[in-house]
């Protein structure tokens, strides 16, 4: 008898044949309660363990012993055991002493051939079950520990390539089991239990993050001791603070496909897809610390403390006092000082790289809260925690801002939202279901993102000239050009001859760098004129969509301009656009006179319905 009150372990006190009972109840049942009966049982466990603890607080009560035997085949920290059925076969010959020409000998040995094996013909498990229940009728009572250790001691002489240990080994075990616990040992060692039921379900009857937990550590052990309790989630586990975790990601949309990729939703939040570098941000007592996506820690670089680093300094004067810790989860930016806007990737600026005092200043651009104040939030939906995002510090413009987002409620709002991102020169846009919760590493599970790129085949490529350009909007360079309104050229009527008039046909800002858009904008420069208003410049028609300045086509530059397709619009000459048009490069090389020509376009546009 077990002194449940020493026992060091749950294993050192459940009897194997216990196991065996049960797993012989589930094996035999119908189908449809084999369910039923696992959760039981494990549910018993878990009771069980919680009375003996109460006798005995100290001891270990993981599921692992038991779950490796019931899942061998998941189990990756024992090694193989390098056993066949050929050689059990002939160990159990060898131990129940049989003549090699008996009629159980040839039932083990041919145990697949039904005119020499029997009912029990094709599982070798079976087979020995049938030979050995009329000769063994007893059991030493061997505890779940003792059939794990031994099981160890098999792994271990496999790998020390010691086939006689392995005999041994087996020979002990053998002697000490019943009949029933012999045929499910022989299925553990042969890494198939035959249970009528799949690992999954097994794994997530014990707890419903079992899957996704053990898709990423490959490791039973971590997942018996994390999600031992039932009734917390794993999301809610994995985020600690000072601990890094692996952030919640965006699964692709194509914009044309929303209706059919996004699951219907009362509305959906749209948030800037900011491009610079996922951190995680964690914050209390004063200090920080900074881990990028992959989990390497930035806080030597943004700082430690309010007295350290290029960004902690001004990040600490901005939490309000109520928050004495919090993880906020956002995206490193680049922000250009002088120019006030950020830098995008194109510039190939190294935002963990930045200098104290230099143009460049990294910005951290927070999008969720994962925990504030020594309470994780991951399980809330995200309409609630961005609202406590909106309330734990206040932003400062290029240092440390919030996301603004809108809600959308069908593709029209999601396409007007891209269009708004493409023009504002951001890349795309994150739809995010408002009621999602925070899953760390999890990419399905209501989080979107789109880019005009992700909308398959259809990008076409045009070189159009510039004809008009617009001053930047609000806040963003207001004296210098941002966008450019673009032309198709009319052939002219005598082949060979320069086209003489251009049709506006779309307006373009993204796509290029500031570099690129200063050095473009410095070449146009002496050649922009002014728009008088209802003055149509010579050489030029443009309709609804008028630019601030206009420049002669001889003294222009070609763009080659991307986008996903083409579509009818009355807001420029050509009678279409290019939506989500970006600029792919600066065709300097190129004479304004190699613009494309409406026909062309038109033959293009023809040939593309048709693919
Ligand atoms: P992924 O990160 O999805 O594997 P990727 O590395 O190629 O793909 P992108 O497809 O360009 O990156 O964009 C995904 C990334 O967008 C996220 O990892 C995150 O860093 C970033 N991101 C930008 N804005 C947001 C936002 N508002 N919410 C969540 N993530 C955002």
């Not at 052990?221 to 989630?233: A, E, G, I, M």
């Not at 250009?336 to 995008?344: E, G």
Request: include cysteine.
């Amino acid at each position: 008898m077990v002194d449940y009150s020493t026992a060091a372990c749950m294993s050192d006190i459940i009897p194997f044949s216990d196991l065996c009972r049960f797993c012989d109840k589930l094996s035999s049942s119908e189908w449809k309660k084999r369910g039923d009966i696992l959760l039981r049982y494990i549910q018993y466990y878990r009771e069980f363990s919680a009375k003996v603890k109460k006798i005995n607080p100290g001891i270990n009560d993981s599921f692992y012993p038991v779950m490796r035997l019931l899942v061998p085949s998941l189990d990756r920290e024992r090694g193989p055991y390098g056993i066949k059925e050929v050689k059990l076969a002939q160990i159990y010959v060898r131990i129940l002493c049989l003549a090699k020409d008996s009629r159980d000998a040839s039932k083990l040995q041919h145990f697949r051939n039904p005119s020499k094996a029997g009912k029990a013909a094709g599982d070798f498990a079976d087979v020995i079950y049938d030979v050995l229940k009329s000769r063994i009728s007893s059991n030493e009572n061997l505890k779940i520990s003792d059939v794990n250790q031994h099981l160890d001691n098999i792994a271990n002489k496999n790998a020390s390539n010691d086939p006689r240990g392995i005999d041994d080994e087996l020979t002990i075990l053998m002697r000490k089991m019943s009949a029933s616990e012999q045929k499910w040992l022989v299925r553990m060692l042969l890494k198939d239990m035959k249970l009528g039921i799949g690992n999954n379900k097994i794994l997530s009857t014990f707890h419903r993050d079992a899957v996704d937990l053990y898709d990423v550590s490959n490791c039973l052990k971590k997942v018996c001791s994390t999600l031992k309790d039932r009734n917390t989630h794993l999301h809610e586990i994995e985020v600690c603070l000072w601990d890094k975790f692996r952030p919640m990601l965006a699964q692709r949309c194509d914009v044309q496909n929303v209706d059919k990729d996004l699951p219907r939703q009362e509305y959906y939040l749209v948030e800037p897809k900011w491009d610079g570098e996922r951190f995680q941000l964690h914050y209390g007592d004063g200090k920080f610390k900074y881990y990028t996506r992959k989990g390497f820690d930035y806080t030597n670089t943004y700082g430690e403390n309010a007295s350290q680093g290029n960004l902690s300094p001004y990040l600490s004067k901005q939490f309000l006092p109520s928050v004495k810790n919090c993880i906020l989860d956002g995206e490193m930016m680049c922000w250009n000082s002088k120019m006030k806007n950020f830098t995008t990737k194109g510039a190939e600026i190294d935002v963990k790289m930045l200098k104290v005092g230099n143009v460049h200043n990294p910005c951290f651009c927070a999008f969720d809260i994962l925990l504030l104040n020594d309470q994780v939030l991951t399980n809330m939906p995200l309409h609630d925690r961005v609202g406590i995002l909106n309330r734990v510090f206040t932003p400062v413009e290029g240092i440390f801002m919030n996301t603004v987002r809108s809600k959308v409620t069908n593709k029209g709002e999601i396409l007007s939202a891209l269009n708004r991102a493409i023009d504002n020169f951001e890349e795309g846009i994150m739809i995010k279901n408002p009621f999602s919760v925070y899953k760390p590493n999890s990419r399905k599970d209501g989080w979107y993102k789109i880019k005009p790129e992700y909308t398959e085949g259809s990008m076409i490529e045009l070189d159009v000239l510039i004809i008009g350009g617009y001053y930047g909007g609000e806040g963003r360079w207001r004296t210098a050009v941002t966008h450019f309104l673009y032309a198709l050229a009319a052939p002219s009527s005598i082949p060979g001859e320069n086209p003489t008039e251009f049709h506006s046909f779309g307006r373009v800002g993204s796509g290029c760098t500031q570099e690129e858009l200063s050095e473009l904008g410095a070449k146009l420069a002496p050649h922009w004129r002014r728009v008088k208003t209802g003055i149509m410049p010579p050489n030029i028609i443009w309709t609804k969509e008028i630019p601030d300045l206009w420049i002669e086509p001889k003294n222009s530059i070609i763009l080659q301009v991307k986008a996903t397709e083409a579509v009818p619009s009355d807001s420029f000459h050509v009678g279409h656009t290019l939506r989500f048009p970006r600029i792919q490069k600066v065709r300097d090389d190129k004479p304004w006179t190699d613009c494309l020509t409406v026909p062309e376009f038109f033959k293009i546009l023809e040939s593309s319905k048709g693919k």
